[in-house]
């Protein structure tokens, strides 16, 4: 059973507009949600974060908005640019401390 | 600083042999964890370690042992390859304090 889902695959964006992730989650025990971004051959790398008692986190050109009555959550990024071409994964974490990841949307912005 | 160091970057094994995947950090954090990213699924927790002395099954550990004597080191055992164990291993740390996981470059694996 998959606690974190995200249902989109890819998505393709043109630059500079607005580039919203979704992500869902079963699971409402999990007390925080962190966005990570990951190029080929790396290592996945922190992008920002949420507590489940909020609903925004702003940093920078990326936005989280947390729906918990939905048990909802989305990334945008404004504006869009080339290096943000990237796998995009939502991640919850546990009161035990287990971080678990969604499978992944490739985003591609589009010259 | 290195940060989270993970050895070999790449590695062929045959079927039923065994191998130690290494992971070890110089952020000084108490959490530890074990992921596989298989195409298309995402990361998969395999182990995690809230300190030295101290492990805990995460959603995919059949296959994998771990042990944590210390706080910088967290190694990942294989003991009989499986063709299904063919994966990208990261392995990540996290300070207590700290919502977000820093992550290694990942071993590549590759079992026939």
């Known amino acids: 059973d998959q606690q974190v889902k995200q249902n989109s695959p890819s998505l393709s964006v043109q630059e500079g507009r607005i580039s919203i992730l979704n992500c869902d989650y079963t699971?409402?025990?999990?007390?925080?949600f962190l966005w990570y971004k990951k190029y080929p051959a790396e290592g996945p790398t922190f992008l920002i974060s949420?507590?489940?008692?909020?609903d925004k986190n702003e940093d920078g050109r990326f936005t989280v908005f947390l729906n918990k009555s939905a048990k909802h959550l989305s990334l945008h990024i404004v504006p869009s640019q080339p290096g943000d071409s990237a796998v995009y994964f939502c991640?919850?974490?546990?009161?035990?401390?287990?971080?678990?990841f969604g499978k992944g949307t490739r985003l591609h912005i589009l010259p | 600083n290195a940060g989270v160091t993970q050895t070999p970057k790449f590695r062929i094994l045959k079927i039923g042999q065994s191998m130690t995947l290494q992971c070890t950090q110089d952020?000084?954090?108490?959490?530890m964890y074990w992921y596989r990213q298989d195409p298309g699924m995402g990361l998969k927790l395999i182990y995690y370690?809230?300190?030295?002395?101290?492990?805990d099954k995460g959603e995919v550990p059949n296959g994998y042992n771990v042990s944590r004597s210390t706080t910088e080191d967290f190694p990942l055992r294989l003991e009989l390859a499986a063709p299904s164990q063919t994966s990208v291993y990261f392995c990540?740390?996290?300070?207590?304090?700290?919502?977000?996981?820093?992550f290694g470059q990942g071993t590549r694996l590759t079992v026939v």
């Open positions: 949420i507590s489940s008692i909020k």
């Open positions: 952020m000084n954090h108490n959490y």
């Open positions: 370690s809230v300190g030295a002395g101290i492990t």
């Open positions: 699971n409402s025990m999990f007390d925080y």
């Open positions: 991640a919850a974490s546990l009161r035990d401390d287990k971080i678990i």
């Open positions: 990540a740390v996290r300070d207590v304090a700290r919502t977000e996981a820093f």
